[in-house]
């Protein structure tokens, strides 16, 4: 985005935006060819010259491929473009092969019907000859091993590991797909390697298919491929990676274990239709800001921030789930959105699947209260655990980059409380709690409908017909920005977000990573809104996650209640009074109490103290009574004062007075 265009947003100068039609399909380089190469090696056949092959170099051979182009990476043709790959050819338009004219042991592949001493079907054929004997001569074997199938290129990461094959097949209905299939699927008896091809529809011959492992090792060819091994931007930052398609001009190819993703980002229905759905969002922030944060993922690695986003708190029915169906359609359809029903494991793998983009959890209810907050800091840090192998060595870690959009009856705080934890700040500000009730449940504007229930069904509903589109073309849009500086952008609009500590400073540029998001989508005419609509709607809702916080910093605020709280459940059983000897505590003594100009002063021992403040460092503890002005009496250079108690000696105690300054509940 140019500097000049988003200096007008920052300053609400309207700019003109014009719906610009984006292609979605990728360019050249992660096309499927048009016609597939030979295996090097083996050179065509001309006539009934037969197929030349070298063993030396682990040949394969294809014959006259007549493949259906795959279009858009990874997308499949209309079922009625689907060949019958196993019809019965014609015997006199057959391809003749003699085995004479094969270096054997090899390999062919054959996309059609084609005679070696026999009519074979198309597909993967390993020919060698047998050793002969004394009463049996050798004898010429062809055996099928699969259907057609093509290694395209060797896969690597950046990095020189995890390589890969880039695998070209056909389906069971004749449709031509790719995988880039990792090495390690080679290591035993290949079982998982083969029920993935299965899966996709490669039909395996049962009795042949531990050839299928020597096939894919039979030959490394010249070409190479970059492999990724997580969605989102390469390295380079040319192109983004999609389980099912690369969105740029470079030549990379995403590269898994499995074919299938349930829940990666995909699209559907049509753009235009859910462009008109978003329309509906435009005056209700709470769906506006869903959609910002959904599209914020993709900004993440522009301008260098960690992986956050916000959790919507409200009653039951009012909308929340609306809301996050709506942010998920950014993406994909429905099996995008996901439920905090999950364990931190497997949170782990859906983010690395999900790198780049948003992460949709529903109703934190279903969390498991313990886990709540370690899911949060691990989906911010954007890092998985780190596990040993069988032999003791640390495996790959996963890593991403996303936004995330939650939802839930009850907000982190309290959610944490229930599992006996109490909420960090670094919590806090990972994921913000913010209020999502308005006029009518989570909407504002009604757009015509009669009631807030009728548009939320309404919008629900072509979440799950049209998705996936808006994610692709905001992509698109950022490449055509080139070298844009997004950070400068970024900082003039953080600029228009006040805020009083460092951590509210944090939360700020949250909200302004969101509404430059939206101000991106609207200026690329993804998103029907007005110029400067996204940049108020985060606002609105900075100032409710203001409002729901409260003032001053989470650590500070916290320390004071746990004390204020400690005082009101113990005040009576393990303060004594200090002037009288005979004053004995009821339980463990935590310290001692005077009465001062009618106020009750609480003398804590320091093993009160720490256990008073908290899962908090003592030192941040006294800085935060301190700062409230709740030590009252100290010696010089210190925070504790040594006090004399009747019929106990001198101590050094800390003198705590809570005061109703500056709310701290």
């Known amino acids: ?38 295996v090097d090696g083996l ?16 040949a394969a051979s294809s014959g006259s491929p007549t493949p259906k182009p795959e279009g858009t990476q990874g ?14 050819a014609d015997e006199a338009r057959l391809e003749p092969l003699e085995f004479g004219g094969l270096d054997m042991p090899c390999f062919l592949v054959k996309d059609d019907w084609f005679f070696l001493g026999a009519k074979r079907k198309p597909g993967v054929w390993y020919c060698y000859e047998t050793e002969g004997t004394k009463r049996n001569p050798p004898a010429q074997v062809a055996v099928r091993v699969c259907s057609p199938l093509y290694i395209d290129s060797v896969t690597n990461t950046e990095d020189g590991q995890f390589f890969g094959r880039l695998l070209r097949f056909r389906d069971t209905l004749g449709r031509w797909r790719k995988w880039a299939m990792p090495m390690e699927l080679l290591r035993g008896s290949c079982e998982e390697l083969r029920g993935e091809l299965l899966a996709a529809g490669v039909e395996i011959e049962q009795r042949n298919r531990n050839h299928l492992a020597a096939y894919l090792q039979w030959q490394v060819p010249k070409d190479v491929t970059l492999a990724a091994t997580r969605t989102g931007w390469t390295a380079k930052g040319g192109a983004f990676v999609l389980h099912d398609r690369i969105v740029g001009t470079e030549k990379v190819h995403f590269q898994s274990e499995s074919l299938s993703a349930d829940g990666a980002a995909k699209s559907g229905g049509d753009y235009r239709q859910w462009r008109e759905m978003a329309a509906l969002c435009e005056g209700n922030p709470v769906l506006m800001v869903s959609v910002c ?27 929340k789930t609306t809301s996050l169906c709506v942010g998920a359609s950014v993406w994909g359809g429905d099996d995008f959105r996901r439920t905090w029903r999950a364990t931190s494991n497997g949170l782990e793998s859906v983010a690395a699947l999900l790198s780049d983009t948003c992460l949709c959890l529903d109703e934190i209810n279903e969390a498991d209260p313990r886990e709540v907050g370690a899911i949060i800091y691990s989906l911010g840090n954007g890092m998985g655990k780190t596990r040993a192998t069988r032999i003791g060595s640390a495996r790959a870690v996963h890593r991403w980059r996303l936004s995330l959009l939650s939802t839930g009856e009850r907000s982190i705080t309290a959610m944490m409380q229930e599992g006996g934890k109490q909420a960090k700040a670094g919590q806090l500000v990972r994921l913000l709690n913010i209020p999502a009730a308005r006029q009518f449940g989570v909407l504002d504007t009604l757009h015509g409908f009669v009631d807030g229930r009728g548009l939320a069904d309404h919008l629900k509903a072509e979440c799950a017909k049209h998705y996936g589109h ?14 844009a ?16 500590d460092p951590q509210a400073a944090r939360a700020a540029s949250r909200f302004a990573l969101y509404a430059m998001a939206g101000e991106l989508a609207v200026e690329a005419g993804i998103v029907p809104w007005a110029t400067g609509a996204a940049l108020e709607a985060c606002k609105v809702m900075f100032t409710g996650w203001q409002t729901m916080r409260g003032t001053g910093a989470t650590e500070h605020k916290q320390i004071l209640q746990n004390v204020a709280a400690y005082i009101l459940k113990h005040g009576d059983t393990k303060f004594t009074d200090k002037n009288n000897k005979d004053d004995k505590p009821k339980t463990d003594r935590a310290g001692w109490y005077s009465d001062k100009h009618e106020e009750r002063v609480y003398l804590f021992t320091a093993a009160a103290l720490r256990e008073a403040g908290g899962n908090y460092d003592f030192i941040r503890v006294l800085d935060a009574l301190d700062s409230a002005g709740w030590l009252i009496e100290r010696d010089a250079g210190k925070r504790s004062k040594k006090t004399a108690v009747t019929g106990g000696g001198k101590h050094s105690l800390y003198w705590v007075q809570p005061t109703d300054e500056g709310d701290h509940a």
């Open 1 to 38: 985005m140019s500097g000049k265009n988003f200096a007008a947003v920052a300053t609400a100068v309207p700019l003109k935006v014009e719906l610009e039609e984006v292609s979605l399909t990728p360019k050249e380089p992660n096309q499927c060819p048009a016609e597939p190469k030979p």
């Open 470 to 483: 808006a994610g692709i073309k905001f992509i698109e849009h950022i490449i055509r920005q080139g070298g």
């Open 485 to 500: 500086d997004f950070g400068a952008t970024l900082a003039g609009i953080e600029a228009q977000f006040t805020h009083g």
């Open 43 to 58: 050179e065509k056949t001309e006539g009934t010259g037969g197929t030349k092959g070298t063993t030396s170099n682990g």
């Open 75 to 88: 997308t499949l043709p209309d079922m009625g473009a689907a060949i019958d790959p196993l019809h019965d």
């Open 293 to 319: 944060v959904s599209l914020s993922g993709a900004l993440l690695a522009k301008v260098r921030r960690e992986s956050g986003g916000v959790h919507w708190v409200g009653d039951s029915s009012i909308g």
